[in-house]
């Protein structure tokens, strides 16, 4: 078996591990609020980590074949093809309990193309591991882990240059994630996020790392546990600069995407706040009038919790 199909294997078996059972029932109630046109939806971040689907908000990604035949009204599916993705709440009663999820919906076009954007936003996230829930037919799942190679593709690619001439395979991901982290308006501190996505999914990037590492177009070579890649200086360069420049032009896009958000996803400003609570400690006091009118009266305090450093 080639490397490549060993690579295709693993990526195949981690989507199908285990989930926690009680997220298909937001999959029956996605299928019923967007008909025929979801073609998979993939669950990912905190829940498959944690494995409890009722701490928090579950992360899934719906991908659809077509924007215009998702959505009732045409302005949402402009929206989405503008700036990818919309992202929606939604909630199930599961056992006399609620359950609660945020959904990112895409085009399996753009999906695709976002496995080799400049921008890390969907690479960064899906060369992690993450689980298919729904697919609607074999082909299609073929094609995601296609997309979920590239990413992981994409990832090294870019992240290699920025690590020392020898290194740990583990360095890698913790460079990647950090910098991923670094060019997105996040709750959490990149640096210690990155550490404890790769500590979970330590054996899955120990298995990816050389094959991901020997179809780069560098010198590789193996020395105790270390890697190293003879990387010319003016890639380096350019890597770093590259990272620079996605790193302002992704707090840009997160700002964009939370503006579309507040017309799209029910309790936005109440969820934002629980979560820049959960991550950095602090409780903060939201003003009704900001609730109210997030888009009139949210900026100022958005100012002023940045400066605060209760977000990055």
């Given at each position: 078996?080639?490397?490549?199909?060993?690579?295709?294997?693993?990526?195949?078996?981690?989507?199908?591990?285990?989930?926690?059972?009680?997220?298909?029932?937001?999959?029956?109630?996605?299928?019923?609020?967007?008909?025929?046109?979801?073609?998979?939806?993939?669950?990912?971040?905190?829940?498959?980590?944690?494995?409890?689907?009722?701490?928090?908000?579950?992360?899934?990604?719906?991908?659809?074949?077509?924007?215009?035949?998702?959505?009732?009204?045409?302005?949402?599916?402009?929206?989405?093809?503008?700036?990818?993705?919309?992202?929606?709440?939604?909630?199930?009663?599961?056992?006399?309990?609620?359950?609660?999820?945020?959904?990112?919906?895409?085009?399996?076009?753009?999906?695709?193309?976002?496995?080799?954007?400049?921008?890390?936003?969907?690479?960064?996230?899906?060369?992690?591991?993450?689980?298919?829930?729904?697919?609607?037919?074999?082909?299609?799942?073929?094609?995601?882990?296609?997309?979920?190679?590239?990413?992981?593709?994409?990832?090294?690619?870019?992240?290699?240059?920025?690590?020392?001439?020898?290194?740990?395979?583990?360095?890698?991901?913790?460079?990647?994630?950090?910098?991923?982290?670094?060019?997105?308006?996040?709750?959490?501190?990149?640096?210690?996020?990155?550490?404890?996505?790769?500590?979970?999914?330590?054996?899955?990037?120990?298995?990816?790392?050389?094959?991901?590492?020997?179809?780069?177009?560098?010198?590789?070579?193996?020395?105790?546990?270390?890697?190293?890649?003879?990387?010319?200086?003016?890639?380096?360069?350019?890597?770093?600069?590259?990272?620079?420049?996605?790193?302002?032009?992704?707090?840009?896009?997160?700002?964009?995407?939370?503006?579309?958000?507040?017309?799209?996803?029910?309790?936005?400003?109440?969820?934002?706040?629980?979560?820049?609570?959960?991550?950095?400690?602090?409780?903060?006091?939201?003003?009704?009038?900001?609730?109210?009118?997030?888009?009139?009266?949210?900026?100022?305090?958005?100012?002023?919790?940045?400066?605060?450093?209760v977000f990055r």
């Amino acid at each position: 078996m080639s490397e490549a199909e060993s690579l295709r294997h693993c990526l195949e078996a981690q989507l199908r591990q285990p989930y926690p059972y009680p997220v298909t029932a937001l999959v029956q109630a996605i299928r019923a609020r967007h008909g025929e046109a979801v073609a998979a939806v993939l669950l990912y971040g905190s829940c498959v980590r944690s494995g409890d689907p009722f701490d928090g908000l579950v992360d899934l990604y719906v991908l659809v074949d077509d924007y215009t035949k998702v959505y009732p009204k045409s302005w949402l599916a402009l929206a989405n093809r503008l700036l990818p993705p919309n992202v929606f709440y939604l909630e199930a009663a599961v056992g006399g309990k609620a359950l609660r999820a945020k959904y990112a919906v895409l085009s399996r076009r753009d999906f695709a193309s976002g496995m080799a954007w400049f921008q890390s936003y969907l690479w960064g996230r899906f060369a992690q591991p993450c689980r298919l829930l729904y697919c609607r037919d074999p082909e299609i799942s073929a094609w995601i882990v296609t997309c979920l190679l590239k990413a992981m593709r994409t990832f090294v690619r870019r992240t290699a240059p920025l690590c020392s001439e020898c290194f740990e395979p583990m360095e890698l991901w913790r460079q990647g994630l950090r910098l991923s982290y670094s060019s997105e308006l996040r709750t959490e501190r990149a640096e210690a996020r990155a550490k404890e996505l790769v500590r979970w999914a330590a054996g899955f990037y120990q298995t990816v790392t050389l094959p991901l590492l020997r179809a780069l177009p560098w010198c590789l070579k193996s020395q105790g546990g270390r890697v190293c890649l003879t990387i010319p200086q003016w890639v380096r360069i350019l890597a770093r600069l590259a990272w620079g420049v996605r790193v302002l032009q992704g707090k840009l896009l997160s700002l964009l995407r939370l503006i579309k958000a507040a017309f799209t996803f029910q309790g936005g400003v109440d969820y934002l706040i629980f979560k820049l609570e959960r991550h950095s400690g602090r409780k903060i006091e939201l003003p009704e009038r900001v609730r109210r009118h997030p888009l009139v009266y949210g900026w100022g305090m958005l100012w002023r919790l940045y400066r605060q450093g209760v977000f990055r």
